[in-house]
C-alpha cells in the first residue's frame, strides 16, 4: 500500500488553472487554511470554487484567483459578511453560482453517486432559478407528479479539506462534532488532498476515538499533507478554536498590506509571522 | 417584577411560533428568537428539540440528547419536523424574504450573506422570520432577490408555510383571502400608524387589533432569571 504523504506544495503542483476546486470546511469552520495558502503561493488561476464559503473563499477572490465560485453564502461565522468576498461581489468581478444549502448538498452526492443530478425539493420559486437560467426540473414519474429542481452533480477536479488526523494511507479522521461535508467532496472529485493536524499510524487512529469518526476513507484520497495548525485561523475542534484575533485583522486589512505581511513566505513564515503579531 | 419591556414582548412573540409544534425541532436564529424558543420548550410545548447552534440537540439545561451536524440537519428540513425562524434583510407583503444581495444580482450594491437554506426552508417546514428594526428598508414592496420564497410564488407547494413574522413593533400573519401579510398584534406601546408608517407597502389592518398577550409571571421569571439573565434580548431590542 502506497504512502500518500507529500507536502503542501506537492499537493497544489498537482492543480492546474482553470479546475474545478472543492473546498471542505463550513464557513470559517475547518478549512484547509494551509492547502489555501499553498494555493495562494502558486500561479494556479481561473478556478471554479465549490464551497460552503469562508475565508478560503474571501482569500482566493481578493487574490483574483476565482473565475466563478460555486456557492450559497459566505461568512466568516462570529463576522457574519465575508469582506473579501464581498469586495469581490459589489465589484462585480466574481462569476456567481448561487444555490441553496441543500441544493448543493445534493449536487455533491449526485457526483458522490455518479449521477447527472439528483431531484431537491428546494429552488422553485425562488431566484435561485432565475439566477441560474441553466437549471431545469424534473417531474416524478409516479403519481405525485411534482416538479423538483434537478440539481446537477458538481463534479469536481479536485477536493482539498482538512482534519484532525490522518495515516499515511489517507484514512482521514475528524475528531471535532461535525464532519461537515468533507467525505462527500473527497468522494465527488477526481483528486484529493488530505491535510491534517497529525499524520498517525493507522493503529492510533482508533485507540482514543471510535471507528465512526474516520469519516474520509483512503480510496477517495490522493494526497496527505501533514499541517499542524493547518486550519489556522479558522477553528478545528477540539484541536484548536477559531483565532478571533487574527481573523479580526484578517477583515480589517486591507488585503495588499495582509497579502504582503502573512503570504508572501511560506507556512512557516506565515506561522512567525502570526506568532509575532499575537 | 417591573413592566414587561418590548424585548420581552418580542419574546413571548417568538414563543408563540412553536405553540402547538409538538415533537419538532425549534431552530431559532437571533438572540429573542433564541430566548422565544426555549421559553416556549419550558412551558407550554415542553416536546420541541433545541439546538446549541452548531451540531447537538441540547435540552434547555445543555444537556446533549442528540447529534446534529449540518448534513443531518439539512436532512431534517427536508423531512419537514422543524420550524425555523429565520432573520430578513428584506420581506415583502407575501412573505418573500432577502437576504443575499441588495442591489441587482449581477453586481450588488451591498452583497449579504447569500440564500443560504432558505429555499429548502421554505418548501419543506414552517418557516417564520425574526426582524428587530421594523423599518422600510427591511418591509419593502418588492425584495431585491427572493431566498425564502413567498405566497404569490409558491404556487401551493404541498409544504410551504409561513406561520409568522414579528418585529419590534407587533406580530404578522398572511391570514388574508390574497395571503398578503396582515397585522396579527401590536406589542403593547406600539400604535397602528407607527407600523404603517415604518412599512414599505399596503399592510392589511383589521378594525381592532389585538395587543400582544402579556407574558406570565413565570414566563417573565424564566425569561429574566433563567433563559437570560444577563440582559442580551435589550441588546437586540432596547426598551
Known sequence: ?278 | MSGTTRAEYCVIACAEAWRGGGEILASPMGVIPSAGARLARLTFSPDLLLTDGEALIVRPDGTTEGWLPYRQHLELVTGGRRHVMMGASQIDRYGNQNISCVGDWAKPVRQLLGVRGAPVNTLNNPTSYWIPRHSRRVFVAKVDMVCGVGYDRAAGARYHRIPRVVSDLGVFDFATPDRSMRLASLHPGVSVEQVREATGFDLAVADEVPYTREPTAAELRLIREVIDPDGARAREVPA
Open chain 1, 1 to 278: 500500500m502506497s504512502d500518500k504523504t507529500m507536502s503542501a506544495e506537492e499537493a497544489v503542483s498537482r492543480l492546474e488553472s482553470g479546475m474545478t476546486l472543492g473546498i471542505g470546511g463550513w464557513g470559517s469552520r475547518r478549512k484547509p487554511m494551509a492547502l489555501v495558502r499553498a494555493l495562494l503561493r502558486s500561479e494556479v488561476t481561473d478556478l471554479t470554487v465549490v464551497s460552503y464559503g469562508g475565508p478560503d473563499v474571501g482569500m482566493l477572490a481578493a487574490a483574483g484567483r476565482i473565475r466563478r465560485l460555486v456557492a450559497a453564502f459566505a461568512t466568516l461565522d462570529s463576522i457574519p459578511l465575508e469582506p473579501h468576498y464581498r469586495a469581490a461581489r459589489e465589484r462585480g468581478t466574481l462569476e456567481l453560482t448561487e444555490v441553496d444549502e441543500a441544493m448543493f448538498l445534493w449536487g455533491l452526492r449526485a457526483a458522490a453517486h455518479r449521477l447527472p443530478f439528483l431531484p431537491v425539493r428546494a429552488g422553485l420559486g425562488s431566484d435561485v432559478m432565475r439566477v441560474n437560467p441553466g437549471l431545469r426540473t424534473v417531474t416524478s414519474p409516479y403519481e405525485d407528479g411534482e416538479t423538483f429542481v434537478a440539481m446537477p452533480a458538481l463534479r469536481l477536479d479536485a477536493a482539498l479539506v482538512h482534519v484532525n488526523r490522518a495515516d499515511r494511507l489517507g484514512n482521514g479522521q475528524y475528531l471535532g462534532p461535525d464532519p461537515y461535508f468533507d467525505d462527500l467532496f473527497c468522494e465527488a472529485a477526481d483528486t484529493a488532498y488530505v491535510s491534517c493536524e497529525r499524520v498517525v499510524d493507522t493503529a492510533e487512529l482508533t485507540k482514543e476515538a471510535p471507528p465512526q469518526s474516520l469519516l474520509i476513507k483512503r480510496h477517495t484520497v490522493t494526497g496527505v499533507v501533514e499541517a499542524p495548525n493547518g486550519a489556522h485561523f479558522t477553528s478545528c475542534a477540539p484541536d484548536y478554536g477559531r483565532d478571533e484575533a487574527f481573523q479580526k485583522r484578517y477583515a480589517t486589512t486591507p488585503w495588499a498590506q495582509f497579502s504582503a505581511r502573512y503570504l508572501a513566505g511560506d507556512e512557516q513564515a506565515y506561522r512567525s509571522a502570526v506568532g509575532e503579531d499575537s
